[in-house]
């Protein structure tokens, strides 16, 4: 019933900065977390940032200071901005929701979008 479709990954040199979107249809209940994982070849998924349903974040510290999670309700989407990207940043990005309606719990992914940063 949800769908998550990242959006706005790409190349960029290093120093420069992206804006991943991750667009939500279908309808949300619940409390909720949103979160950004990555995945390097080779590389298991890692969490990069998380916002919980009452809206603390959380960074991956080699991110702190320079990827920003945010949300915005109105227009169902969830972004990550991402500032002074380095190499070690290229990775496919994913979207992702979790929370729970009614003692149930739902999990969605996005299909992830690819980031790539040249030196």
């Known amino acids: 019933q949800v769908k998550l479709v990242e959006s706005g990954g790409g190349l960029v040199q290093a120093g420069g900065s992206l804006r991943l979107s991750c667009a939500a249809s279908g309808s949300i209940f619940g409390s909720n977390a949103m979160a950004w994982y990555r995945q390097a070849p080779g590389k298991q998924r890692e969490l990069v940032a998380a916002?919980?349903?009452?809206?603390?974040?959380d960074y991956l510290d080699s991110v702190k200071g320079r990827f920003t999670i945010s949300r915005d309700n109105a227009k169902n989407t969830a972004y990550l901005q991402m500032n002074s990207l380095k190499p070690e940043d290229t990775a496919v990005y994913y979207c992702?929701?979790?929370?729970?309606?009614?003692?149930?719990?739902?999990?969605?992914w996005g299909q992830g979008t690819q980031v790539t940063v040249s030196s």
């Open positions: 916002m919980a349903s009452g809206g603390s974040t």
């Open positions: 992702n929701l979790k929370g729970v309606v009614r003692a149930l719990a739902y999990d969605y």
